[in-house]
């Protein structure tokens, strides 16, 4: 039985399935946070684009001996490649009806995060004779995933709620919602780099870490989550108070979590637990909205 369970659950995290929930998860808490309905096109195309970029950032990289690599995950994904190009396959094909359903400024939106992503993997960029993608400038590679998740998950249902829904969000209240996702991404990717400092300095890629050293860079993970938190505090957000204690209470399980990630850990404790902190905190909204 045990052996029936890592296998579905290799499955749902090493195929991307997973993280694609975890994309839903946060959009799902945009729409809690809004006290609106979640729009089922939207949700459809996050878990579709996110399953699509993230196989297709894994596949383009594909090491010249995947068997022999240290990682589960590499190891895994390259020994089920026509699942994981199925897959990446589907996911792309389904986004082509879903956009027929978006409105023009979400399309464009949507065109405009698609276009980071690819350049972010892609070699499209070329200096001094050398190929590169915009992960290889030097700090930008977790910014630039905070980026395009906060305006993923949250942006993209604001503007589709407002231009075929007729809701119209004070732009403050807009400005910290997508604020708040970003410092919260930045926040749990930062310990995905700490755990790739040593592979990062051998192919010469200058993330926070390999710049400011683990430490430090760990600290600056602290520094963006109580950030997050005395945003939460002032007086400016608009949240009723039992989202805001959802959100306090999620940021510092996070920060727990955090805490608890070293570069020993395994990486079910990355991609299931740190990653899951996602969809832990849609769990606590609805709990605590539950007990309003």
Sequence with gaps: MNKYL????????FSNIFIALCAVAQALVTYQLLDVKPDTTILAVLFCATLALYNFSILLSKPKNPKASPFRRVRWIF????????LTIIATFSLMPLALFLSIPALILLSFLGLISIA???????????????????????????????????LLPIVELENTQAFDFPTRYVVLL???EFL???????????????????NSLKTLPTMLGEKRAMLLCYGFLLLYLILLL??????????????????????????KSNPSRNEY??????????IVQLLILMTMNMLA
């Excluded at 960029?125 to 590679?141: E, S």
């Excluded at 700490?194 to 051998?202: H, N």
């Excluded at 608009?238 to 920060?255: D, F, K, Q, R, T």
């Excluded at 404790?269 to 996602?278: E, N």
């Design 234 to 259: 002032l007086p400016i957000h608009p949240l009723n108070l039992w989202n805001a204690v959802g959100l306090i209470l999620s940021i510092c399980l996070s920060a727990w979590v955090i805490f």
């Design 79 to 86: 020994s089920h490649y026509r699942l994981n190009a199925t």
């Design 269 to 278: 404790f990355y991609f299931l637990f740190l990653d899951g902190m996602m």
């Design 184 to 202: 919260f991404m930045v926040a749990i990717t930062v310990p995905f780099d700490v755990r790739d400092l040593f592979q990062d300095k051998q």
């Design 6 to 13: 890592w296998q579905t659950l290799d499955c749902l995290l």
């Design 178 to 180: 997508v604020v708040h």
């Design 120 to 154: 972010y993997n892609v070699p499209i960029f070329r200096f001094h004779h050398q190929w590169f993608g915009l992960r290889n400038l030097p700090g930008v590679k977790l910014f630039l995933i905070a980026l395009v998740w906060s305006l993923s998950c949250v």
